[in-house]
């Protein structure tokens, strides 16, 4: 039941991820940050299998570091996202990664962007994507609601409102979600949603 | 002597290593590099040669960074050194990757000279033709470290260090002088040491400056306000010295 879903604004992009760890019936925990900090201006929101989901993340999260050192330039979002396609790719026929991710980033040139990547690596550059049980009530609300250039206030209402259909609809809804947000000022975790204490 | 030099992998009967011999001739002709450990900085410097008018200078950066806390400045083959400064940066991450932590700076120096000392034992393989050295902070003790390795994969940590071109007299200069500075000392030190064998001027100079916040390449006109400085104590030193004797 995890659900991870994202906006572009204006200026901004925003992800919003559940934050439960669930095995079978047991909550193991309910702060779990799925959101990976890719670098000062990328964010990845990923939802799946949890071993492959820290085991992907952090392993496109050392390419990327590994690339800004050799290269002395940042890989921009539209890169990135092309890399974790393709090694989606190449593993999907032999030992595929179980993650569905929804990247996010701003680059100085082209503004925010947000990617869909699914775990069979389809790509698609998109303004809203969303992930899990959660993504029939997010996208939905987010058809319904969402128009290009919102302010921050506007994205975060509409998160909020994203949110609380997923409670309020969802059989097993997750009870806390992180948001982060990531502006020409670099990527970092906005706020909170929290229904029970971690 | 001659036959004992063609293949790595043989000995000499006297004891030698021939082509880690050469390898280090090959490093004796690279441009003069060097490297002073203080309190909480630690400075790299390295001699450019400032005669190729038409290169874009920016794209021959001589000290680089391997990680957010470390770098390396090296003296000799420089395609040797692409290559061991590629496999350097992918163990730096690899490390992360597997333990979740950051190098240390002896972690990437063993790797880097063990990765030198293979090529000594390896057939149909040459030496890489460098010295570097290494510097950084240690990540969660934050002590300052200096450590050189050559082309026989010998390394060991110094309090400060010079290879390349004349290393000798900057040694010397380095062994008379050092003595436990921080901040800016720490690079008037390093600078100081280059100016023994080095032209004098911010063109013909490339420094960087690692502290705890990280590696700072210094521009032009800053080297060139030091060696300002340092002239300038240098022609005091030198009118102290002759005015005692006017006196008698």
């Not at chain 2, 082509?19 to 590099?33: D, I, P, S, T, W």
Request: proline content about 3%.
């Amino acid at each position: 039941m995890e659900c991870v879903f994202g906006m572009v604004g204006k200026g901004f992009a925003l992800v919003v991820a559940d934050s439960s760890a669930v095995n079978s019936i047991l909550v193991h925990k309910s702060n779990e940050d799925k959101i990976m900090v890719l670098d000062s201006h990328k964010l990845m929101g990923a939802s799946g299998e949890a071993g492959d989901r820290a085991q992907f993340t952090e392993y496109v999260q050392k390419n990327v570091a590994l690339y800004q050192y050799r290269n002395g330039i940042p890989l921009t979002t539209k890169a990135a996202a092309n890399f974790m396609r393709g090694e989606l790719a190449t593993a999907l026929r032999k030992n595929p990664y179980m993650v569905n991710i929804v990247l996010a980033g701003y680059d100085r040139e082209t503004g925010p962007s947000l990617y869909f990547i699914d775990y069979i690596a389809t790509l698609h550059k998109v303004d809203k994507a969303a992930f899990g049980y959660g993504s029939y009530f997010a996208l939905s609300m987010m058809d319904h609601h969402y128009h290009p250039n919102m302010t921050v206030d506007e994205a975060l209402k509409l998160a909020d409102q994203c949110i609380d259909e997923i409670r309020s609809r969802l059989v097993v809804a997750p009870q806390n979600f992180v948001i982060k947000i990531v502006d020409q000022d670099g990527a970092r975790e906005h706020s909170w949603r929290r229904t029970t204490k971690d | 002597m001659a036959r004992y030099d063609r293949a790595i992998t043989v000995f000499s009967p006297d004891g030698h290593l021939f082509q880690v011999e050469y390898a280090l001739e090959a490093v004796r002709k690279g441009n003069a590099a060097v490297g002073v450990r203080g309190t909480d900085t630690i400075v790299l410097g390295v001699e450019k040669k400032s005669t190729v008018k038409l290169q874009d200078s920016r794209s021959v950066r001589k000290i680089v960074s391997l990680d957010d806390h470390i770098a390396l400045a090296c003296a000799g083959l420089k395609a040797d050194a692409r290559v061991l400064i590629n496999r350097a940066r992918i163990e730096c991450q690899s490390h992360r990757l597997t333990v979740e932590d950051p190098v240390t700076v002896e972690y990437i120096t063993r790797y880097i000279a063990g990765l030198q000392q293979k090529y000594t034992q390896s057939g149909g393989v040459r030496p890489f033709g460098l010295s570097t050295l290494i510097v950084g902070f240690d990540p969660y003790t934050g002590v300052p470290s200096l450590y050189q390795t050559d082309p026989s994969g010998t390394f060991s940590a110094w309090k400060a260090n010079a290879t390349g071109r004349n290393s000798n007299s900057m040694r010397e200069f380095l062994e008379k002088n050092y003595k436990e500075t921080s901040g800016q000392e720490t690079i008037k030190l390093a600078i100081r040491a280059l100016l023994e064998v080095v032209e004098s001027g911010g063109k013909n100079i490339e420094v960087a400056v690692m502290t705890k916040e990280g590696l700072r390449q210094l521009d032009e006109a800053e080297i060139d306000a030091i060696v300002a400085e340092i002239e300038a104590e240098k022609a005091a030193a030198e009118a102290a010295k002759k005015a005692p004797a006017k006196e008698t």
